[in-house]
Nanobody, 124 residues
Framework: QVQLVESGGGLVQAGGSLRLSCAASGSIFSIVVTDVMGWYRQAPGKQRELVATITKGGSTVYADSVKGRFTISRDNAKITVNLQMNSLEPEDTAVYYC???????????????WGQGTQVTVSS
């Protein structure tokens, strides 16, 4: 099993910054066909949505709503992924979830792991 543990959420005023971190541990496949780590968020009454993802090679994808404000990064040696969030807006208020998905090169099996989530609240 793989565990993803998030940290760094909290309450911040609009225009402020927060940095989320996620560390993976457990039975992690080291040789993969593909591995993507990322952040998703879910606001009350809304569906979970992609915020940003990053591949093992460093390719990134961002939601249009966070481009230019958020930066995702990962450390493959430490198996961590971070999300630097600047110029936060009340609309960014949500529970943020860490995700790790991919395909093992050894077994050919896919995997899709989620963290428990961390609350980010942006006050106006």
């Amino acid at each position: 099993q793989v565990q993803l543990v998030e940290s760094g959420g909290g309450l911040v005023q609009a225009g402020g910054s927060l940095r989320l971190s996620c560390a993976a541990s457990g039975s992690i496949f080291s040789i993969v066909v593909t591995d993507v780590m990322g952040w998703y968020r879910q606001a009350p009454g809304k569906q979970r949505e992609l915020v940003a993802t990053i591949t093992k090679g460093g390719s990134t994808v961002y939601a249009d709503s966070v481009k230019g404000r958020f930066t995702i990064s990962r450390d493959n040696a430490k198996i961590t992924v971070n999300l630097q969030m600047n110029s936060l807006e009340p609309e960014d208020t949500a529970v943020y979830y860490c995700n790790k998905k991919g395909v093992s090169a050894i077994t050919g099996r896919g995997y899709d792991y989620w963290g428990q989530g961390t609350q980010v609240t942006v006050s106006s």
